[in-house]
């Protein structure tokens, strides 16, 4: 079993490895008796996962995490994605949306922001790099992040429900807009299905999240 699937810790959580050529759902039956095994390890950890070693669909992604959860009580709070080159375009594309009144109006923060790390503006914030689990990002205006949010962030903090928020990827610990909190399990689902950047804002008294690019 073990050479079917095999995890190893990393800087950020843990890489599972996967046999490229196992049918799926023998693989996961697999990764359902290797975590079982290590349940005790995990027990109440908060982690981010990456998969490598084949290549998954987001209903795969989505069926692998419900079994991990299932069978322990490691909470999953992102997924890493290691295609650097998607990444690259995603990146471009945010960039390519912001419009000149950001770019002109809004600050800039370069780097990632780590566990934390509180990070306040007046207007509209663009981060370029992540905001790690932890770190916390309240602004007036919108949060752009040009990484992948894990932490906290409030745009619209004066009370503006109009503010929106965007992200190459949104696995938030908590994420608000105006005086509307969105539910993370709702936020978590809606990001798994969304492949690219991604818009959070507020319909009514609920946020939504939905692709920046159709």
């Known amino acids: 079993m073990s050479e079917l699937v095999t995890i190893k810790s990393s800087h950020s959580g843990i890489e ?8 799926f759902p023998d693989l996961l039956k697999a990764v359902e008796e290797k975590f ?5 390890f995990f027990k109440n950890a908060k982690m981010a996962v990456s998969f490598s070693g084949r290549t998954l669909s987001i209903s795969e992604e989505e069926q692998l995490i419900q079994v991990i959860t299932q069978t322990t009580n490691l909470e999953i709070i992102c997924i890493i994605d290691h295609d650097e080159r998607k990444e690259l375009i995603y990146k471009r594309a945010v960039a390519q949306c912001l419009s000149e009144r950001e770019k002109s109006d809004g ?4 780097g990632t922001l780590k566990r934390r790390q509180l990070l306040e503006s007046e207007s509209s914030i663009v981060i370029l790099g992540d905001v790690e ?4 990002v309240v602004a007036k205006g919108n949060i752009i992040i040009l990484g992948t949010l894990y932490g906290s ?3 619209g903090a004066a009370g503006d429900r109009n503010a929106f928020i965007i992200a190459l990827s949104m696995q938030p610990q908590r994420l608000v807009i105006g005086d509307i909190e969105a539910k993370r399990q709702l936020i ?5 299905s969304i492949n690219g950047p991604q818009i959070a804002v507020v319909d ?4 939504y999240l939905d692709p920046l690019i159709e």
Do not use: C, E, M, T
């Open 16 to 23: 599972l490895r996967l046999n490229a050529k196992l049918p």
């Open 36 to 40: 079982r095994q290590s349940a005790d």
């Open 107 to 110: 600050q800039f923060y370069r």
């Open 188 to 192: 978590y689902q809606d990001s798994l």
């Open 153 to 155: 962030v409030h745009a």
């Open 204 to 207: 009514g008294k609920r946020i």
């Open 133 to 136: 689990f932890g770190a916390k």
